[in-house]
């Protein structure tokens, strides 16, 4: 069973910065798909960013060049670092585990940005 923990999530001003992480249970970060996505109140959950086993990443096209999705392997841990932050990125941020037809989420951790 794979467990998710995500934390890093607050209150910023626009334009701060947040480093979201997720903490991988085992050493399943070798060989899964790992993302972040956002869920804003009345709205579904979007993708936001993905890094694959091979280190492809792909992102929302709302985030590029604001945010960065890595993984430190030997810490089982994935991030997420968002930079020049606007009010529309407040959301909960899910980190998610995906292999074939297997999903795993975390808790998610809320997000606000607001002056």
């Known amino acids: 069973q794979v467990q998710l923990v995500e934390s890093g999530g607050g209150l910023v001003q626009p334009g701060g910065s947040l480093r979201l992480s997720c903490q991988v249970s085992?050493?399943?970060?070798?060989?899964?798909?790992m993302g972040w996505y956002r869920q804003a109140p009345g709205k579904q959950r979007d993708l936001v960013a993905t890094?694959?086993?091979?280190?492809?990443?792909n992102y929302a096209d709302s985030v590029k060049g604001r945010f960065t999705i890595s993984r430190d392997i030997p810490k089982n841990t994935v991030y997420l670092q968002m930079n020049n932050l606007k009010p529309e990125d407040t959301a909960v941020y899910y980190c998610?585990?995906?292999?074939?037809?297997?999903?795993?989420w975390g808790q998610g951790t809320q997000v606000t940005v607001s002056s």
């Open positions: 998610n585990a995906a292999l074939g037809n297997h999903n795993y």
């Open positions: 085992g050493n399943f970060i070798f060989t899964f798909t």
């Open positions: 890094v694959t086993v091979r280190d492809s990443t």
